[in-house]
């Protein structure tokens, strides 16, 4: 059972470049979540989903654009990438029940380094 | 969102020494609190959390966290550290209610223990 898994672990860009960063679960959870760490500033959410086909904005997401066409993917997209983007970026899922508790306990990938130049 | 606030960036200490680090959250309804660990290079795990009922929660590895409500607190704790317990320690809140899943993070604490 792998869980959350990220690719790539590392990267570097270029001011301008684009990139698209990978995350799959393998646990059907319904909600998925892309973070930023920072050093100093924990972790920011960026952009979120709560279901197949529905993205929704989080505390960050300028510069940041998401796409969950699958139900166990999330992928995170810089169009244009800029220095200010350098950071760890993670991603987590969770479940969604009928509880309703169970959606706040995130499950998460070990990270993608990002280093624009 | 929610303020999270960890009093100490990074805690230095020997083995076997206790461990307590501070957290201060800002909202003032009900909350879910959660402590997250991250040892080197790996990713978050979750350390134990508070949903309800008793405020004294226990979670993995001798950690405990104790609720309370009029501090707005949830500190962690942990009577003698290893070494193995190097890492970084993120307090998180959501608001309670099943439809606030979105966690707020504090800035982490860096723990460092030395043998």
């Known amino acids: 059972n792998a869980g959350v898994t990220q690719t790539p672990k590392f990267r570097v860009l270029k001011t301008g470049q684009s990139m698209t960063l990978l995350c799959a679960q393998d646990?059907?959870?319904?909600?998925m979540y892309w973070y930023r760490q920072d050093p100093g500033m924990g972790l920011r959410l960026i952009h979120y989903s709560v279901g197949e086909g529905t993205t929704a904005k989080g505390e960050v997401p300028d510069g940041y654009n998401v796409s969950r066409l699958k139900k166990q993917n999330f992928l995170l997209g810089l169009e244009s990438a800029a220095p200010s983007q350098t950071s760890v970026y993670f991603c987590?899922?969770?479940?969604?029940?009928?509880?309703?508790?169970?959606?706040?306990?995130?499950?998460f990938g070990a990270g993608t380094r990002l280093s624009v130049l | 969102a929610q303020s999270v606030s960890q009093h100490n960036h990074h805690v230095i200490l020997s083995e076997a020494a206790s461990l307590e680090l501070g957290c201060n959250y800002s909202?003032?309804?009900?909350?879910?609190l959660f402590w997250y660990v991250q040892y080197p290079g790996q990713h978050l795990q979750l350390l134990l959390k508070y949903f309800s009922g008793d405020p004294l929660v226990k979670g993995i590895k001798g950690f405990e966290a104790e609720f309370i409500k009029s501090k707005f607190s949830f500190n962690l704790r942990k009577p003698s550290v290893q070494w193995s317990d190097t890492a970084e320690y993120f307090c998180?809140?959501?608001?309670?209610?099943?439809?606030?899943?979105?966690?707020?993070f504090g800035a982490g604490t860096t723990v460092t223990v030395r043998a």
């Open positions: 987590a899922s969770s479940y969604s029940s009928s509880g309703g508790l169970a959606k706040n306990i995130q499950y």
């Open positions: 909202y003032g309804g009900t909350v879910n």
């Open positions: 998180a809140v959501t608001s309670g209610g099943s439809n606030d899943y979105k966690l707020s």
């Open positions: 646990m059907n959870h319904e909600y």
